[in-house]
């Protein structure tokens, strides 16, 4: 099913599914908008109340009852009547609510809470911890109680007694603003702002960049699978190709060029890959499939392109670990000699790198919770620009770093704490989900990690992005990917070239497109 777009939409929040319409809250107009899902027909239904829903940051529809959050109050009215009467004023503010039979739920991003209170007595029956960081949107569906985070960017599925997460699975959209069941399928709400390109008449030459509001609802998928979690899935199309264009051309003799193609794993699949410009060969380099491009003898005047283009399934991943079983195997002593020494200039045996590594694990026992730490530790202590490559000494010294230096800090300290890891890469399509069949072009490449769990296998830790500048951070993309990373070179260089001594960036540019061919069952 195709998003749905409703208008007028500025700032919505909430979704409840009533009479098989989608119902939300325009929060800056004060709308309660009704939608239908196959026309996107929009219908304002209180208009005489409008002023009344300015600010209402959620919703829940029980029978015909209509209830919203709005600063610190639960308000509700009768559907048809839209005057909102205070049901309970509460000492914080609160972002969601839900309703069942016998209780209401709703969601206190300040306190880190959900709170339930009995409907028929408006006591305080009981408090669960929040699941994620940020601003959470709630609904009910039996005995499950399912959050929309909009800072972790994540569903979670909860336990409505205890609290308990039974899975969790990422959002394919940023800032999810509501959630709500029809016929047995999740939507969710997604309300931001956009930037685009516009006309600009005085000086048609230089367009100017305006902002706009951007609403919708979409079905999401949600898929558990033990381990983890799948969700949301596209066809994607990417293409590497480098071009021939040496700073200083020359005669080179031999010339073998390879690039790793992307690897076959829970979240991402590749359908099938064929050559551009020069057919490769295929060779196996630690499990992962290689293109080995026999280019011979490069002459100095000699310009041309080759590479791969690719056809992968993608889809978000969020893995599931209980604790309590990790220290139930060993490490695989191969592992322990690949994945814990000091094999890309990670400055382990420098002082400033080791004190790092006791101080930032402090009295965690397990090795998710090693690396939780170690993270935040990294995140505490860096922040993100891209300027240089630099050791993890130097980078700890100076307070900043790229992608590449906050996944150097992060493989010394992990190592030097006896967990396994590996830098992954390599690039990430653009995350316009609605240019299906747009050429899209990634400029930067990116680089993350997976450490390995005994029992589990590898899982993976981003490098920078969850470092929101202070804590709390959000965990959205610890042990998780979203759907538009794709995995080149595991634990395996990316590219290389024969003979060793050149230099790839001097010989060559590269080339990057990527196609959003369709969505996955």
């Known amino acids: 099913m195709l998003p749905i777009y409703p208008y007028p939409a500025y700032s919505l929040r909430g979704l409840a599914w009533y009479q098989g319409k989608a119902v939300c809250v325009d929060s800056y107009r004060g709308y309660l908008l009704v939608i239908d899902p196959q026309t996107e027909s929009t219908m304002v239904i209180n208009q005489l109340t409008t002023r009344e829903f300015v600010d209402v940051t959620d919703l829940a529809i029980t029978e015909q009852t209509?209830?919203?959050?709005?600063g610190r109050q639960i308000n509700y009215c009768q559907w048809g009547d839209f005057s909102l009467q205070l049901y309970l004023e509460l000492p914080e503010i609160v972002e969601g609510i839900t309703v069942s039979e016998g209780g209401v739920y709703v969601s206190c991003s300040r306190k880190g809470e959900i709170l339930v209170f009995g409907r028929s007595t408006r006591n305080l029956l009981r408090r669960m911890p929040a699941p994620g960081q940020g601003e959470e949107k709630l609904t009910l569906r039996g005995q499950e109680l399912w959050v929309a985070d909009s800072l972790e960017e994540t569903i979670y599925c909860l336990d409505t007694k205890t609290g308990y997460i039974r899975h969790r699975a990422l959002t394919p959209y940023p800032h999810p603003q509501g959630l709500d069941f029809h016929k047995d399928r999740l939507y969710v709400l997604q309300s931001g702002k956009e930037f685009y390109i516009r006309d600009n008449p005085n000086?048609?030459?230089?367009?100017?960049?305006?902002?706009?509001?951007?609403?919708f609802i979409y079905p999401?998928?949600?898929?558990?699978?033990?381990?983890?979690?799948?969700?949301?899935g596209y066809l994607v199309e990417m293409t590497y190709v480098e071009e021939i264009l040496p700073e200083e051309?020359?005669?080179?003799?031999?010339?073998?060029?390879?690039?790793?193609?992307?690897?076959?794993?829970?979240r991402q699949k590749l359908r099938s890959v064929s050559f551009m410009g020069h057919p490769f060969q295929t060779e196996t380099l630690e499990d992962q499939k290689v293109a080995v491009f026999q280019l011979g003898k490069l002459l100095p005047q000699q310009r041309f392109c080759f590479g791969w283009k690719a056809v992968l399934e993608l889809r978000g991943i969020k893995y599931e670990i209980d604790?309590?079983?990790?220290?139930?195997?060993?490490?695989?002593?191969?592992?322990?000699?690949?994945?814990?020494?000091?094999?890309?200039?990670?400055?382990?045996?420098?002082?400033?790198?080791?004190?790092?590594?006791?101080?930032?694990?402090?009295?965690?026992q397990d090795m998710v919770t090693k690396m939780l730490n170690i993270r935040n530790y990294v995140y505490d202590r860096l922040e993100y620009r891209m300027e240089s490559f630099d050791s993890p000494d130097v980078v700890l010294r100076r307070g900043y770093g790229s992608c590449g230096e906050y996944v150097g800090v992060l493989l010394a300290l992990a190592r030097l704490n006896g967990i396994p890891c590996r830098t992954v890469g390599r690039y990430k399509c653009p995350q316009f989900l609605e240019h299906k069949g747009v050429v899209l072009h990634q400029y930067y490449n990116h680089v993350w990690?997976?450490?390995?769990?005994?029992?589990?296998?590898?899982?993976?830790?981003e490098s920078n992005p969850d470092d929101t500048g202070r804590p709390p951070y959000p965990t959205r993309f610890f042990m998780g990917l979203p759907w538009y990373h794709v995995e080149l070179g595991k634990g395996i260089p990316f590219e290389t070239i024969d003979p060793g001594e050149l230099s790839i960036g001097s010989l060559a540019i590269n080339h990057i497109r990527f196609r959003i061919l369709g969505e996955l069952d």
């Open 203 to 215: 000086d048609p030459r230089h367009p100017d960049i305006g902002e706009r509001d951007k609403s």
């Open 249 to 266: 051309p020359k005669t080179i003799d031999n010339l073998t060029w390879k690039i790793a193609l992307p690897a076959t794993t829970p």
């Open 220 to 232: 999401q998928v949600i898929i558990p699978q033990g381990k983890y979690t799948l969700s949301n």
């Open 66 to 70: 209509v209830w919203v959050v709005r």
């Open 449 to 461: 990690l997976e450490f390995y769990l005994p029992g589990y296998g590898w899982v993976p830790l």
């Open 323 to 364: 604790t309590t079983q990790l220290e139930s195997q060993p490490i695989p002593p191969e592992l322990q000699a690949r994945y814990l020494v000091d094999d890309d200039d990670l400055s382990m045996d420098h002082p400033i790198v080791q004190e790092a590594a006791r101080e930032a694990v402090g009295d965690a």
